[in-house]
């Protein structure tokens, strides 16, 4: 056995064995709890893509080119992704990402071909868009509404702009691909890189851009029209990278280390958003301690299309969110739209996110379809329950940061209850039914 890592003397280690060494270890060492290697993703709304390419009619492979514009200037838009299909229910049709000429050339064995939907994923500034039942041919231009982050987003509709001192005394954990140390929205006060084999100091984004919009809609301290305004900006910062450079999969063993640290650095809130692994006992074990430490750990429900709610979400120490979205939140021809499903509230403009895990286990829903926030170098819109955990982190840190009594508490278990009750007592039912908003949503 070679131990490869450690989180302390007497915590877990990351070791590596064979299959042959274990009867004797744990013939050594029967207390011993052996825990494999799980991975997790971030939980943001899947992008749909093509499984099946069209037949074409004849030999010649005949391409169709489109292009993607700003509708504000007519520029081209690279780096976006297009799918188009051509048999939706069968993820029939073609798909590829435009070049600097905001151009992409579909393989859709005609020269004009009929789509049941056409859907545009840029990287960053824009809004996605969902075409549904149109005839493309080629020199075909489709336009893009850039970002304007005076807009009214869900999480703005319901919770408008902070005030700068919301959240102050509240120290806040950003478990996920690591925050950017330089964007301006942002003011990162600590944190560290639990990867195995990365350098610890390295905790600002891996690349992906997930946990920076997640910290934006949490701590953002910017405002429109050049910045935008998250729901706690005065909270202490905190960013635990356990995802890999480039990578979109986290070990428990480095999610155990990170809340381990969390808890160390006194962080109040745990922010999750990532999930979908197999339930292992290190990871219930580090959330478990958190909430014996009177740290409360609040995790995304998981984005499955309403399959059941994911691991660590399901856990009964976590604090499970799922999505929500409200209508005209939103521009009418964007992704989002495909994101409208029932149930609806009892204000019928809301309605539970179509991509968003539900059942039992689920403690409260938030805002999680287009959410504007912060990414390196920029802002985008994003969805998922990914964005609808950060939204209760946020409103819980400034709710809680004006309680005195519940923080002046001893750091443990009766801390941690405080805090949840105080949360699930004021939330608000919108009319989805538990199964789909638990107590509901924040207020």
């Not at 499970?320 to 994101?339: C, H, L, Q, V, W």
């Not at 709710?399 to 805090?419: E, F, K, T, Y």
Request: glycine fraction near 12%; charge should be neutral; include cysteine.
């Amino acid at each position: 056995m070679r131990v490869i890592d450690s989180i302390g003397e007497d915590k877990a280690k990351l070791v590596e064995l064979s299959s042959d060494s274990l009867p004797a270890l744990r013939a050594q060492y029967p207390g011993l709890r052996l825990v494999p290697i799980v991975y997790y993703r971030p939980a943001v709304a899947p992008r749909l893509s093509v499984k099946l390419s069209p037949k074409a009619a004849g030999r010649v492979a005949v391409k169709i080119r489109l292009k993607v514009v700003s509708k504000k200037d007519g520029s081209p838009i690279p780096g976006a992704v297009i799918v188009a299909f051509t048999d939706f229910a069968n993820l029939i049709g073609a798909q590829g990402t435009t070049n600097s000429k905001g151009e992409v050339n579909l393989s859709l064995g005609a020269a004009s071909k009929k789509l049941e939907r056409l859907y545009v994923y840029p990287e960053k500034g824009f809004w996605g868009a969902l075409r549904k039942n149109l005839t493309v041919a080629s020199g075909m231009q489709i336009g893009l509404d850039p970002v304007d982050l005076a807009f009214t987003d869900a999480l703005r509709h319901l919770y408008g702009h902070s005030p700068e001192n919301a959240g102050e005394g509240i120290r806040v954990a950003v478990i996920d691909t690591g925050i950017d140390t330089a964007h301006s929205d942002l003011n990162v006060q600590g944190g560290v890189n639990t990867v195995v084999g990365e350098d610890p100091n390295s905790f600002g984004d891996n690349g992906l851009g997930h946990g920076t919009h997640v910290a934006g809609i949490i701590a953002a301290c910017g405002m429109p029209p050049s910045g935008i305004r998250g729901l706690a900006p005065a909270v202490v910062l905190h960013s635990y990278r356990v995802f890999g450079e480039e990578s979109d999969e986290a070990s428990n063993y480095a999610i155990v280390k990170a809340i381990d640290q969390a808890v160390e650095d006194g962080c109040d809130l745990i922010n999750m958003s990532l999930g979908g692994g197999n339930p292992d006992d290190a990871t219930k074990d580090a959330i478990g301690n958190a909430y014996a430490k009177g740290s409360l750990v609040i995790v995304a429900a998981g984005n499955d299309y309403r399959a059941p709610v994911s691991f660590p979400a399901s856990y009964s120490l976590s604090i499970a969110i799922s999505a929500m979205g409200r209508k005209g939140t939103f521009p009418k021809d964007s992704t989002e739209t495909g994101d409208v499903a029932s149930p609806y509230g009892n204000d019928n403009k809301n309605f539970l996110a179509a991509f968003s895990n539900v059942g039992p286990e689920i403690d409260l829903t938030g805002p999680g379809v287009g959410i504007i926030s912060t990414v390196p170098g920029g802002y985008t819109p994003m969805s998922g329950t990914s964005m609808a955990c950060p939204a209760v982190t946020g409103l819980a840190a400034k709710m809680l940061s004006v309680r005195a009594g519940i923080l002046s508490m001893s750091r443990d278990q009766a801390r941690s209850d405080a805090m949840a009750q105080a949360l699930l007592q004021t939330a608000r039912s919108l009319g989805f039914g538990p199964l789909y908003e638990g107590q509901g949503l924040l207020r």
